[in-house]
């Protein structure tokens, strides 16, 4: 039975509303999912709060388990809160499993988003665990995502986001993502949002993605965690790609490796996106550490990477620079396979190759096949750099080799 709480209505919490300021704008208002604020309307789920709702309202979540996919088209806020020594509001699988909600901008393939965030709102979630454990997609397709903002901006703020993941004989789907934030492609919408202080782990495919030419992305303070060696997926901790511009910092990026190692798995991958700024990230235990690189649709250049540390590169570069006018300096890279960093020419980019106008200075690398490759390329500036117990400090070319060390160039994979 519903107790007074469930009774009251919102129409009558609308009438009730404070209006403030000569303009006569109204307080926004504050629901509950669940029982844990008796004092607010309350409702069972959080797509029917959703639901009816008004635009500005907070919905506060009570710990537990809500086995649902929530679908949002207005301006609200969605927060967990705490009642007594609980503290887990958590998004799971419906018992029939997750199930396709919307398509991909990219190309119309499915995507079932347990958040789905879209209609040009502005949504913050907070403090809300995410988990796709029991999603029950059989095959490839639809794409599994935590949270998809698709052409809407907000903040996502500690949240947990798990499990986007496929059944383990489902190796070599390219599917399941964590936090997924998308805009143009010929839709006229855009996106702009900050992901910061969250957990993203256990991800089939990705962990955070930007995507799309309309889309501005603030990842930062984030703990983002591969599932180690898998042959499910080539791997990306964070990527931003398809002409999306942001900031990456201060984020901790770890176990991205493909084990087959046919195509690379990256900590932080910028595909065919320039001019963004990637800081004081700590990437370690990846095939690539961090990856800036072009297909030749679109440049990924101008990008800035200082400050980072990158550790356990697994066959491949520290950093590798496969675009033009990018600048890697006061990095910090140790125990890389390959170079420690790549200017790397190998990539096509205005109807030439790639590895020009880059600067590579002030970094300190410890342990590589090369300190800094240096690729073919031209209008460079590859000095001043500190090297430690490297082969070679700086080579020409595309590749390195030795007698105790052969570098294997392979490809990175980015989510399509």
């Known amino acids: 039975m519903k107790g007074k709480a469930m009774g009251r209505t919102l129409s009558t919490m609308a009438i009730a509303a404070i209006l403030v300021g000569s303009q006569g704008v109204a307080a926004a208002i504050t629901v509950a999912v669940g029982s844990c604020r008796p004092q607010l309307v309350s409702f069972p789920t959080v797509q029917a709060a959703v639901n009816q709702s008004p635009p500005a309202t907070v919905i506060d979540i009570c710990p537990g388990i809500y086995p649902e996919q929530v679908s949002i088209n207005k301006n609200l806020t969605l927060t967990g809160v705490t009642a007594g020594t609980a503290d887990a509001a958590v998004i799971g699988a419906p018992p029939g499993g997750i199930v396709q ?27 809300l665990t995410v988990d796709g454990g029991n999603n029950q997609i059989g095959g490839c397709a639809p794409n599994l995502v935590g949270i998809y903002y698709q052409n809407s901006s907000g903040t996502i703020g500690g949240v947990v986001a798990r499990n986007q993941a ?76 398809d002409g999306a511009t942001g900031t990456i910092s201060d984020n901790d990026v770890v176990d991205d490796i493909y084990s087959p190692a046919s195509v690379g798995a990256s900590g932080i991958l910028i595909f065919d996106s320039g001019s963004l700024t990637i800081s004081f990230n700590t990437v370690s235990d990846t095939q690539f550490g961090i990856v800036v690189f072009s297909d030749g649709a679109l440049p990924a250049d101008n990008n800035k990477i200082t400050a980072n540390h990158v550790s356990a590169t697994h066959l491949d570069d520290g950093i590798d620079l496969c675009s033009n006018g990018n600048t890697a300096q006061n990095n910090v890279v140790f125990s890389s396979d390959g170079a420690g960093i790549h200017i790397d020419s190998t990539c096509t980019e205005g109807g030439g190759p790639t590895g020009n106008n880059t600067t590579v200075t002030g970094n300190s690398i410890n342990e590589a096949c090369a300190g800094v490759l240096l690729g073919n390329g031209s209008g460079n500036t590859s000095t001043p750099n500190t090297f430690f117990n490297v082969p070679v400090t700086t080579k020409a070319g595309d590749s390195c080799s030795g007698a105790l060390i052969q570098r294997r160039r392979v490809k990175v994979q980015p989510q399509r």
Do not use: M, W
Request: proline share 1%; net charge negative.
């Open 101 to 127: 909600n919307a398509t991909d901008l990219f190309d119309g393939s499915g995507i079932a988003a347990q958040i789905l965030v879209q209609g040009a709102a502005d949504v913050t979630i907070n403090h």
């Open 166 to 241: 496929l059944s383990a004989a489902l190796n070599g789907c390219q599917s399941g993502l964590g936090i997924f934030v998308e805009s143009g492609y010929g839709s006229g919408g855009t996106a702009n949002v900050t992901i910061r202080n969250s957990s993203v782990h256990s991800y089939q495919k990705n962990g955070i993605t930007a995507d799309g030419s309309a889309t501005v992305a603030t990842i930062t303070n984030n703990y983002v965690v591969g599932q180690g060696p898998t042959t499910g997926a080539a791997e990306n901790g964070i990527q931003v790609s």
